[in-house]
């Protein structure tokens, strides 16, 4: 994560958040990079510890529905 921050440091963009994610077991380090005046996104970069365990994520409400066709996408 060190490695990360000080690459895209040396690229010209600040940290905006960063922090640590503590689970039951492991832990998440993140950061936000200030990338959006150049990007137009923001940019996350997220470090596992090698301990972690899935936490079995639920999408809420439920999943994305499916496009019909690529058109509809675009609009």
């Given at each position: 994560m060190d490695e990360r921050r000080?690459?895209?440091r040396n690229?010209?963009?600040d940290?905006?958040?960063a922090g640590v994610w503590k689970g039951?077991?492991?832990r998440c380090h993140f950061v936000f990079f200030d990338?959006?005046?150049a990007t137009d996104t923001c940019f996350e970069?997220?470090?596992f510890s090698?301990?972690?365990e899935?936490?079995?994520f639920q999408r809420y409400p439920g999943p994305p529905s499916e496009v019909a066709d690529e058109d509809q996408m675009l609009a």
């Open positions: 000080a690459e895209t690229g010209g963009f940290v905006a958040m039951d077991k492991g990338t959006e005046h970069s997220i470090g090698n301990d972690r899935d936490l079995g």
